[in-house]
């Protein structure tokens, strides 16, 4: 239960503080976690944060205090240390802090999930934890299974918004998770190592959806297969059919965190980097005609989702890059302000610990119309990235590296044996101007996406249908 | 709060909790205050301040484990949480990893680990940033970010075993990043259970000084190239093989140290790799972990020999051996990292190389198989081209491509300086110089 009061209270000291904006947010996040590995539950935990987080403009300067000690007086000395650093901080200030003027919203919502967690007793959850264990340990037939770990989350997000702009939003949203890792092993031939995470706000239909106890036996035997079959990628230049679960990795690192406006004006410089994307630059192309790519807090089910920003501003669905061209970023009310735009809803906050600030929510490659057979059916020579492992990118999300974990060789138009550890190593532009055909096998996959500082892990989703790139060079990973 | 205070609440909830039946039982009571300033284009972005007390629990029944952190208003709104959790314990089953409490013991206590400087500094560090925005931009560079940090936490630890603990410590930690136009760029951190405001000026200065050097870049060809690595760059990868020392890590199967055992030569001579949670200078230093067990510094890696995976009682019992005094409840941790220094001073470092990289720092270290060490990093921030000895050229971004099996064996030579470094990409206090490593892979994009 959130008393709603104590948000009110906190905006009346800042207000009479002489904060020329306020707003104060109580945020609460439950969760629960088992872990198991091998069958046998390691422990499991539960997770009850709760407090208030207070954010001022004062002197043009920008105050955040958080406190979990839920008292008038604690919340008044929070408020008040709020007003206080950033008109210390202002001494330093060159160009005042301003917000860009928004509709804002005033409401209340909830997500039902059309399975409550109350629909399978802890027994029947780690049943089912254990059906999985059992099912990965039957579909080994040579190699081993050392390790094999699950741990399955459910958390439920609630809180209260306030500001003195008007804006006042309640929300509870449930989420659901599945986290694995899992290693096939062989001696004498290496090892395989794959993790995995699931996750969407719900319930417990997710479950359900994901299938992972029929998907799991089917994916470890294509493990198995790597360690005793696969071979070296080529090594010419081929045509490249990349997976959905890379091309949602993809859009994710290198459109939706160089559109991050804040991280553009170099709010973000010393932690999560730079932007490839410079003021000025709406407009320019990125890639081909095929290139589309959203993001869109508003799709049911999005671990990402919500339907107001954590500064009450209604979400919508943004066009981070349309038909190959840099379209709109993610803004702020900040970065609103600074591009002269409204802001279209991109602030969240990871918990009342944490400042509101520019995140992706779900974002996702447009898909087309091919299926997967029509992509790979004109390729003489060529390579399927189906999954990855290991990815990075630098700073300014330009030159980025994917290594396939199940990858196929593809000759005349068919998918032939397996390839080991192939290496999809390019720059963002050439990934998306290399793209000729897309499929429209959409996949969304669930991630944490850490920014900021403290750092803020927010749930979110990325996804896309398989794409076809022409004529890229594969690397090979490191023995 | 004070020892008192926080030691009361504690031992309230482990009487409730014993009360509702659990049989084993540990609470960690922490009391933080902190305030944060981070800075972007040589300005304050936020000034950020938290005031926070949190309750962590270990509850034991029939050996059934069960962990939980809350935030209560009152001590009597655990009831319902501690109620609630027993029911889950009772459905669950007896846990491999179940292994008794330790005794209590005496913990020799850490002196130097309180600075009331921090507490003062605490209101305004404003004045802390105007001190490294100045610093910076002495050596002519265009803009600064990073954020300084300054925490004061007091922790309580009770036992049902009958222990009992407390500590308050001080923290100051920071890390800069200096541009200069038209790309160069450089990044520096420090740490210090100190306010100690010659560190924050000679982390700024490095940062400055690397920015202003490493403008107007080259490209190089990836290859194999002998690398002097800077401390953050070191840092990151040290703490990412640390990481895999821990003993849960292996349990989950995400550990190069699957495949070794104490004894095993992992590394080269030259190289050891201490956790010093008695290093007090350090904001990592503790004088016991979170089950009250003494800590100790002790090698994970000495002379190129793994010597020990960082244990809690649990992952230790059953694993075999003892507990290293890194519990972490479910996961062990190290505490300060240490790479005690060679001999070489950094020019000497970079004269012994022919061809190869000195790297700055870097982000996005990923594994593609942690069983067997496959990773990936990228550069970010300085990077210049060595050849014959001498720094030839600032170069563009490129990656490391390697094995940390491999990068452990080809480790030549280790400065003689150290640095206290601690970021994003370098989650624990870390002292550790300069190194050299020959014979690394590197790798670009080809398109």
Not at chain 1, 459 to 474: A, C, D, E, Q, Y
Request: proline share 5%.
């Amino acid at each position: 239960m959130i008393d709603e009061d104590l948000a009110f209270y906190a905006l009346k000291i800042a207000g009479g503080l002489g904060a020329s904006y306020a707003e104060a947010r109580i945020h609460v996040n439950r969760e629960l976690a088992i872990m198991m590995r091998n069958g046998r539950i390691i422990g499991s935990g539960i997770d009850y944060r709760r407090g208030i987080g207070v954010r001022v403009i004062v002197n043009g300067a920008l105050g955040f205090s958080a406190t979990n000690k839920l008292d008038k007086e604690s919340i008044k000395q929070a408020v008040e240390k709020a007003v206080s650093i950033a008109k210390v901080s202002s001494k330093l200030l060159k160009k005042p802090i301003t917000f860009a003027p928004a509709r804002l919203g005033h409401a209340n919502y909830r997500v039902l999930p059309r399975k409550s967690f109350d629909n399978m007793s802890l027994d029947e959850k780690i049943n089912y934890l254990e059906t999985l264990w059992k099912n990965a340990g039957e579909a080994v037939e040579k190699a081993k299974l050392p390790a094999f770990f699950t741990s399955y989350h459910e958390n439920v997000e609630e809180k209260f918004i306030v500001n003195s702009d008007g804006g006042e939003v309640y929300s509870v949203i449930p989420r659901i998770g599945l986290f694995y890792n899992l290693v096939v092993m062989d001696p004498g031939k290496g090892s395989v190592q794959r993790w995995e995470q699931l996750g969407s706000s719900g319930g417990l239909e997710w479950l359900d959806e994901w299938r992972l106890h029929e998907t799991l036996p089917r994916d470890i035997r294509v493990y198995e297969k790597i360690l005793y079959e696969a071979v070296e990628p080529p090594r010419d230049k081929v045509d490249v059919v990349v997976g959905s679960e890379i091309v949602g990795l993809i859009v994710h690192e290198s459109c939706g965190h160089p559109s991050e406006a804040d991280r553009i004006l170099g709010r973000e410089a010393a932690q999560a980097g730079m932007s490839f994307i410079k003021p000025g630059m709406i407009g320019e192309r990125i890639g081909s005609v095929h290139v589309t790519v959203i993001d869109d807090p508003t799709i049911p089910g999005g671990y990402g989702f919500y339907l107001y920003d954590d500064e009450t501003v209604p979400a919508r669905p943004k066009y981070l890059y349309y038909k190959g061209l840099i379209n709109e970023h993610l803004h702020n009310r900040w970065t609103a302000s600074i591009y002269g735009v409204e802001s279209n809803g991109s602030a969240r906050a990871m918990d009342y610990r944490s400042e509101p600030i520019i995140r992706m929510s779900n974002t996702y490659f447009k898909p087309g119309t091919y299926s997967l057979e029509e992509l790979i059916e004109d390729i003489h020579r060529g390579v399927y990235m189906k999954t990855y492992m290991e990815w990075n990118i630098d700073d300014e999300r330009w030159s980025q590296r994917y290594i396939g974990l199940e990858a196929y060789l593809i000759e005349n138009g068919e998918i032939k044996g397996l390839v080991r550890n192939p290496v999809l190593e390019l720059t963002t532009k050439s990934f998306y101007s290399s793209i000729d055909a897309v499929g429209k096998d959409l996949k969304f996959y669930a991630g944490t996406c850490g920014k900021g500082e403290p750092a803020q892990g927010v749930p979110v989703w990325f996804g896309g249908p398989s794409v076809r790139i022409r004529n890229i060079r594969l690397g090979v990973a490191p023995k | 709060m004070k020892r008192e205070e926080l030691l009361g609440i504690a031992r309230k909830i482990l009487d409730k909790a014993v009360k509702k039946g659990y049989e084993e039982v540990m609470v960690l009571v922490r009391d933080t205050r902190e305030s944060m300033l981070k800075i972007a284009n040589s300005e304050p972005s936020v000034a950020q301040y938290w005031d926070m007390l949190s309750i962590e629990l270990y509850l034991v029944k029939n050996k059934r484990i069960i962990v939980a952190g809350l935030e209560p208003s009152s001590i009597d709104e655990l009831d319902k949480p501690l109620k609630e959790l027993l029911s889950i314990a009772v459905r669950i089953e007896e846990s491999p990893l179940y292994a008794p409490l330790p005794e209590p013991a005496r913990t020799e206590p850490l002196t130097g680990i309180y600075d009331p400087g921090i507490e003062e500094a605490l209101s305004n560090p404003g004045e802390l940033g105007e001190l490294v925005v100045e610093a910076a931009h002495r050596e002519g560079i265009d803009r600064l970010a990073g954020m300084i940090d300054l925490k004061i936490t007091g922790k309580a630890l009770v036992t049902s075993k009958g222990g009992e603990y407390y500590e308050e410590a001080t923290m100051m930690e920071s890390y800069l990043r200096a541009f200069a136009d038209p790309d160069g760029s450089g990044q520096w951190s420090t740490c210090s259970r100190r306010l100690d405001k010659g560190k924050l000026v000679e982390a700024a200065g490095i940062a400055a000084r690397y920015a202003v050097d490493s403008r107007n870049r080259i490209s190089v060809e990836p290859g194999v190239y002998d690398i002097v690595f800077s401390p953050m760059i070191m840092g990151n990868l040290v703490a990412t093989i640390t990481r895999m020392a821990s003993a849960f890590m292996v349990y989950m199967g995400m550990s190069m140290f699957m495949k070794h055992r104490p004894g095993d030569r992992v590394a080269s001579e030259s190289f050891t790799l201490i956790d010093d949670p008695r290093l007090a200078e350090l904001p990592g230093s503790t004088s016991f972990d979170d089950e009250g067990v003494p800590t100790r510094r002790k090698p994970v890696i000495e002379k190129g020999v793994f010597k020990t995976l960082l244990h809690n009682t649990r992952t230790a019992a059953k694993m075999g051996g003892e507990t290293t005094g890194n519990a972490g409840w479910i996961m062990p941790h190290p505490w300060n990292l240490v790479v005690p220094p060679g001999e070489a001073s950094l020019e000497e470092l970079i004269g012994e190389v022919r061809k190869g990289l000195l790297i700055n720092n870097n982000w996005y270290t990923r594994l593609q198989n942690s069983v067997e060490g496959v990773f990936s990093t990228i550069t970010r921030d300085a990077l210049f081209l060595i050849e014959n000895g001498e720094i030839k050229a600032p170069v563009k971004k490129i990656r490391v491509a390697y094995t940390f099996p491999n990068l452990l064996q080809n480790i030549e030579l280790i400065g003689r300086k150290q640095y206290d470094v601690k970021w994003w990409e370098i989650p624990w206090p870390t002292r550790i110089p300069y190194i050299l490593v020959r014979k690394v892979h590197t790798s670009k994009h080809t398109a």
